[in-house]
């Protein structure tokens, strides 16, 4: 590894450099071979990156670099807001590293909090991950901005289901750019099923009302756990009719004593065995199942959400030029596929999709069957800003 | 210099520092408690009684915490008072102040860490299991009620040790040893000397804990499992879920009016119970 091809100074050096090393390391023509073998599960995930040197040109980049001249550039800190367990802190780090930008990263619970936080006029974050159903408001409020994606190569909207990437886009303006997707549906654990079905909101409400009273769990988010009971009358996820909310909370204070918690960190529930079903986000369901097999992921047959995170620069950003660095470093396929094998959750991109090992590819929470995956519902901006919705949460959380 | 200038120079941080944390914000939130929701949530100017006219939408709220924060308290006062009476006067004094800084201790860890060791404790595999092994049943602890109030007792019961154990420390013993001498059985030495003697303690104790507990969200969140709604949590959902300003502006002016309320009426009782004595009353 030598450095003397390097011309520090400047955000494209770091991105040139990155490609030639690739080169570098293994021809264009074996790699693909490599690749094709990994698709087929011929070779691991792990051999992959070692032949191909791809698993080590980060940290070797790094390595080889005088961080700070970099710094100089695009600063030696970029913050973002993002949410629990999405990153790994080794890439993160990969990316100081490499850039002299330490990332600072604030973690919410739930976009209503970022937006709150964002309205009331915080600043230091330079990048906000951000659902879908929020962007037209965060444009609307001024909060993010139009995104130049030329300093985005990474991006590629080709290799990008369209349908994961159109909230991103407003009024023919980018203001934001995938970054994963996933799905809202409930984990159950299947030894306290004994036998019942699961598969269906009706059978979720019904198991939390009945058999599993006292051991299931809601988010404490309005979006879901009310898009959710309004999936057991077959209403739509978003709908804002007061009617059918009326319905949905009473469905929601009926359930609320047989509930064990009404809250969005189930996980540590769910592994100590204290509740047996739970509201459950896809990477959540696929880091419970890693560890305990008999956790079942069921989307309900009625529907339920389909989301869409994505990266965006808020207008007040302090350092933008480490915003588009750090977005696209993280878009890098290699980088997308490391993320993703962390956090569990697919990215929308088939550059990366064929990047990750097969049990993921495979993985049926990941990559739900396409009737599943049909019924589903992106959020709608309506319910961010909906006071009803506001307050049959409160009615259900005080009742 | 005269001494009445010296005294204001003295005096002007702490005038600074009340006027711009404790008075511009209310004066904020006042102002704000007028105003509309925006569209997208926020503030914006009006003047508009809705929101005031629009209160009874989190009474629950109030009634939970207006039952839960005179019980928490009543339960801290219960546990606390034989506590310190304990450390003040039947202590060795070579222990005291080891047991004392034992009191302390759980302060220097963050009370949100020592909550979450509370859902471990509370958890299905802790006490309860415990319980089922001896035979009794396998009973719910956490996220209910009762997990709350250990939470709270826990959380806030050196706050109340310390303002009594204060309070009797200053207890001649010789009155103790009097009152037994003229013949008065321990309780009725404890009823007519140590405890009115102790009231100025338990007089500071009870607002410190009871004020706190008025405004608590963290341990009906973590260890109510969002189940359990005071105030506190209405708030936090109001400004960070909602994001409705103004009604979250008025919930809170009407908390500190309702807190205003209960410690003046509660000063009072204490001031009658004491037959006026200065080191009770605080007004």
Not at chain 1, 61 to 83: E, M, Y
Not at chain 1, 194 to 207: I, Q, R
Not at chain 1, 355 to 367: A, G, V
Request: proline share 5%.
């Amino acid at each position: 590894m030598t450095t003397d091809r390097v011309q520090p100074g400047s955000k494209t050096n770091i991105r040139e450099t990155k490609m030639t090393k690739y080169r570098d390391h293994i021809p264009a023509k074996e790699f693909l071979t490599h690749l094709e073998s990994l698709r087929k599960g011929s070779i691991s995930r792990r051999h992959f990156l070692a032949v191909t040197g791809i698993g080590a040109a980060t940290s070797l980049l790094a390595a080889s670099l005088p961080g700070r001249a970099f710094a100089q550039a695009i600063g030696d800190r970029v913050g973002i807001a993002t949410w629990p367990n999405y990153h790994d802190p080794a890439n993160l780090d990969a990316f100081r590293d490499a850039t002299g930008a330490a990332v600072d990263v604030n973690v919410f619970g739930s976009n209503e909090e970022m937006l709150a936080k964002l309205q009331a006029g915080a600043t230091g974050w330079d990048v906000v991950v951000a659902t879908n159903y929020t962007i037209s408001t965060y444009v609307e409020e001024g909060i993010i901005q139009e995104l130049d994606l030329t300093q985005i190569p990474n991006f590629d909207r080709a290799a990008t289901d369209p349908r994961f990437a159109d909230p991103g886009v407003i009024d023919g303006k980018t203001y934001a750019i995938p970054r994963n997707i996933g799905t809202t549906g409930y984990c159950v654990n299947s030894n306290d099923l004994e036998g019942a079905e699961a598969k269906s909101w009706k059978d979720f409400w019904d198991l939390a009302r009945d058999k599993l009273s006292g051991r299931a769990m809601v988010h404490d988010y309005q979006l879901t756990a009310i898009g959710n009971a309004l999936k057991y009358y077959g209403y739509s996820f978003n709908s804002v009719d007061s009617a059918e909310l009326a319905d949905a909370e009473k469905l929601l204070i009926e359930a609320k004593p047989h509930l064990f918690a009404i809250n969005s960190d189930y996980q540590p529930s769910m592994r100590s065995g204290d509740a047996s079903m739970s509201m459950c986000w896809t990477g959540d369901a696929v880091q419970l199942q890693r560890d305990m097999p008999e956790i079942l992921y069921v989307l309900g047959t009625e529907g339920g959400e389909l989301w869409s995170d994505f990266f965006t620069i808020p207008t007040s950003a302090p350092n933008k030029a480490a915003a588009y660095a750090l977005i696209n470093f993280l878009l890098e396929p290699q980088m997308a596929a490391k993320e993703a094998l962390f956090h569990g959750y697919p990215t929308g991109d088939s550059r990366v999709d064929a990047l990750l090992p097969e049990e993921m590819r495979n993985s049926e929470i990941l990559y739900p069957a396409a009737d599943l995956l049909n019924a589903l519902e992106f959020g709608a901006a309506v319910t961010l800003t909906n006071p009803e919705r506001a307050e049959i949460m409160a009615r259900f959380k005080a009742a | 210099m005269r001494p009445s200038l010296r005294t204001s120079l003295f005096l002007a941080p702490a005038t600074a520092w009340l006027l711009c944390m404790l008075v511009l914000p209310l004066v904020v939130v006042l102002v704000f408690s007028f105003g509309t929701r925006g569209a997208a949530g926020g503030y914006v100017p009006a003047l508009s009684l809705e929101n005031y006219a629009n209160l009874g939408a989190r009474w629950a709220a109030f009634q939970n915490t207006l039952v839960l924060a005179p019980l928490g308290t009543l339960t801290c006062l219960i546990i606390a008072w034989p506590l310190a009476y304990f450390l003040a006067i039947k202590a060795d004094p070579r222990w005291r102040t080891l047991l004392l800084i034992l009191v302390i201790v759980p302060f220097w860890t963050s009370i949100l860490i020592r909550s979450y060791a509370w859902i471990q404790i509370l958890g299905g595999n802790g006490l309860p299991s415990l319980i089922a092994e001896l035979g009794m049943g396998k009973p719910r602890l956490i996220n209910t009620p009762f997990a709350v109030m250990v939470g709270i007792v826990y959380g806030y019961l050196p706050l109340m040790v310390f303002p009594i154990y204060v309070a009797l420390e200053k207890l001649d013993k010789k009155l103790l040893e009097a009152s037994s001498d003229l013949g008065s059985p321990p309780f009725r030495t404890f009823l007519q000397v140590s405890l009115p003697l102790s009231l100025s303690g338990v007089a500071t104790g009870s607002m410190l804990v009871f004020i706190l507990l008025m405004g608590e969200f963290l341990i009906p969140q973590i260890l109510g499992g969002g189940k359990v709604f005071f105030v506190g949590n209405a708030l936090v959902d109001l400004f960070l879920q909602s994001r409705n300003w103004p009604f979250g502006a008025a919930v809170a002016a009407t908390l500190v009016l309702v807190m205003l309320v209960t410690v003046t009426l509660y000063l009072r009782a204490m001031k009658r119970l004491s037959g006026g004595r200065d080191d009770v009353a605080l007004m």
